[in-house]
């Protein structure tokens, strides 16, 4: 049986979570320092996918936090991520899967979120960033403020980016 995590996390096995929260501190990202790598590629997936904003994401504990954000600005590029209980990427960890919103005001996993009601957000693209023992850490995801279709090319685009990402995180682990 699974324990569930605490926050309304339910489902999680927490000896899962803490070896794929492990894998996050390995990577040695979490000293609030932008990572200058990504920033290039959150830009490429905007411009590819046609949205405004674009992240690389890490879901911790409690939290969502971007580590590269291109076109958040507000409460949520000031603080770099948002609530882990509001993340649409939160849902691409649990499952271990892409999730992809075309109109969130009437998607029944996320029509009540407040990004979606406060903040506007109405569409999303998110795919999973799996590491090489496969622990999903977070995402590589557009999103808009206008509903939209993706394409199998938006796909194949972000998942090729996201392979692209993965390379230059785990580049950032010494040999063991």
Known sequence: MSAEVPGGLGGLDLGCEAARLQA????GLLDGAPVPEFDALVRDVSERLGVASAA??????????FIAMHGLGGWIGKARGTPREWAFCDRVVRTQAAFEVRDATVDPHVAH?????????RCYLGVPLRTRDGHVIGTLCGLDT????FGDADRAAIRALAAQAMVTLEARLSPT
């Open 24 to 27: 996050i501190a390995a990577l």
């Open 56 to 65: 690389v994401s890490l879901i911790l504990d409690g939290a969502q936090y």
């Open 113 to 121: 979120n407040p990004l979606v009601t406060l903040d506007g957000v």
């Open 146 to 149: 206008v509903a939209r279709e």
